[in-house]
């Protein structure tokens, strides 16, 4: 079975630019999340899509941040302008979402790893 | 609420025990163990709900204590491919969909 794909793995900007991250969830997965971890910290959730939908963004800045999920497969995570407090590794994850599931397991993508100048 | 992990770094030689604390202020339903070895992506190990049980996975093995709120990670002879970083996410209430927070993460490293 193949695992959540990511790409770019790496990305240098300079500030004020723009950045786009493309991710393809598992095949099947209903639930898609995109994480943002700074070195030495925990993964932070942006948003969450069940589908095509949004279930959760309360932490995505959406002054900068944008995301979509078409057709309820894979998605894109873009920033614009980028500050220099970006620079991280953003991790896409899926799981099977389908319904409640009490023991749900996230799969983690590779991440890409954005250094902003 | 982010969950608080103890400790933040530890050192072991190859077959010794650990245990790693993940602490959280509020109601635990779910509590959810990863490992993230440097430059890769966070790995499931287990997941414990709600109830205090107990699950093993290889020589790693964990608790879940919703009374004390918190979960513990107990690493038993430790082996080199133990190394990496160990986070817990923990969800408070079992909503509509799987809502996981993250902790400040355990660097554990083991040595020969």
């Known amino acids: 079975e193949a695992g959540v794909a990511q790409s770019p793995r790496y990305k240098i900007i300079e500030k004020r630019q723009s950045v786009a991250f493309w991710c393809n969830p598992i095949s099947g997965h209903a639930t898609l999340y995109w994480y943002q971890q700074i070195l030495g910290q925990g993964p932070k959730l942006l948003i969450q899509?069940?589908?095509?939908?949004?279930?959760?963004d309360s932490q995505l800045p959406k002054d900068r941040f944008s995301a979509e999920r078409l057709k309820g497969v894979d998605s894109t995570l873009k920033i614009q302008p980028a500050k220099l407090e970006d620079s991280a590794v953003y991790l896409c994850?899926?799981?099977?979402?389908?319904?409640?599931?009490?023991?749900?397991?996230?799969?983690f993508g590779p991440g890409t790893r954005l250094t902003v100048l | 609420q982010q969950p608080v992990q103890s400790p933040q770094a530890v050192i072991l030689r190859e077959g010794e025990d650990a245990v790693i604390n993940c602490s959280s202020s509020?109601?635990?339903?779910?509590v959810h163990w990863y490992r993230q070895k440097h430059g890769e992506a966070p790995v499931f190990l287990m997941i414990?709900?709600?109830?205090?049980e107990q699950k093993g996975h290889e020589k790693i093995s964990a608790s879940f204590n919703e009374k004390k709120q918190q979960s513990s990670l107990y690493l038993t002879a430790s082996q080199l491919s133990y190394s990496g970083t160990y986070f817990c996410?923990?969800?408070?209430?079992?909503?509509?969909?799987?809502?996981?927070?993250f902790g400040t993460g355990t660097k554990l490293q083991v040595i020969p």
């Open positions: 509020k109601a635990l339903y779910s």
């Open positions: 899509f069940q589908n095509n939908g949004v279930v959760d």
């Open positions: 414990l709900l709600k109830g205090g």
């Open positions: 996410g923990t969800e408070i209430l079992p909503g509509g969909y799987q809502k996981v927070t």
């Open positions: 994850a899926s799981s099977q979402g389908s319904k409640r599931d009490l023991t749900d397991t996230q799969y």
